[in-house]
């Protein structure tokens, strides 16, 4: 979402999709529980470093949906009060338009002389509403939070793009980078449209596999029933 400056711009309204993640994060932690436990020796002395950007990049995907629930509570409330900066114009022989840019008042108006005056006073209306956005969003912390939220974002893509480049050395690595894909792309959960039911299907697949390796402690009692029930419909869940 871009920010309320002086050059007049109408803020996007961020909507991000904020992804439970629940199907995928238990199949992905339990990978790691087994990959740890079926190679010890290994992974005390070579750990899958793709698992430890994993990891932080949860946090920070976490902490990213966070803030933006955040942010969106707060321009909501800022809509209602003070409205999207704005001003209204009337061409000759023309109806009210309302723009909420120099960019779209220009393309009503055009720049010829004519219309100076008609421009000049858009112009003075939509910087006045503008600067009252503004005021309203310092005070009532919508910038602070419309700028955590950016950064805990760059930091989430910064990471994702570190997994992406590093080689996984286990299956559970694997599993945390189908798991970050799915998570960070997916429109929304348990989304139909390729590429997303063959990625689950991939992730599926690692579970059918390390599965046998360690029956008892694959899953337990009621995850076990919560993972199967999500993969009812777009995966086969084990028997």
Excluded at 38 to 59: H, I, M, Y
Aim: charged share 25%; hydrophobic share 40%.
């Amino acid at each position: 979402m871009a920010d309320s400056d002086n050059t007049m711009t109408l803020p996007f309204v961020t909507r991000r999709q904020v992804l439970a993640g629940g199907m995928i994060t238990p199949s992905a932690l339990v990978l790691e529980k087994n990959a740890v436990a079926g190679n010890v020796a290994a992974t005390k002395t070579s750990p899958d470093p793709v698992l430890a950007l994993w990891r932080e990049w949860k946090r920070a995907h976490r902490l990213t949906d966070q803030l933006c629930r955040r942010q969106q509570r707060l321009e909501t409330r800022l809509v209602e009060s003070v409205g999207f900066p704005c001003a209204t114009v009337r061409p000759p022989e023309g109806e009210d338009v309302t723009v909420h840019s120099i960019e779209a008042l220009n393309e009503v108006l055009g720049k010829g002389p004519d219309m100076t005056a008609l421009r000049q006073k858009a112009e003075a209306d939509l910087a006045a509403h503008q600067a009252r956005w503004d005021a309203a969003a310092e005070e009532g912390g919508y910038t602070a939070a419309l700028r955590a939220e950016r950064e805990a974002g760059e930091r989430a893509a910064d990471l994702l793009e570190a997994i992406t480049s590093t080689p996984a050395t286990t299956l559970a690595g694997v599993a945390g980078k189908l798991d970050a894909v799915l998570r960070e792309g997916e429109a929304w959960e348990e989304c139909s449209e390729f590429p997303w039911p063959q990625i689950r299907s991939a992730l599926s697949d690692l579970v059918h596999i390390a599965d046998p390796m360690m029956p008892e402690q694959f899953f337990h009692g009621e995850q076990r029933s919560k993972v199967r029930r999500r993969w009812a419909g777009c995966c086969s869940a084990p028997d």
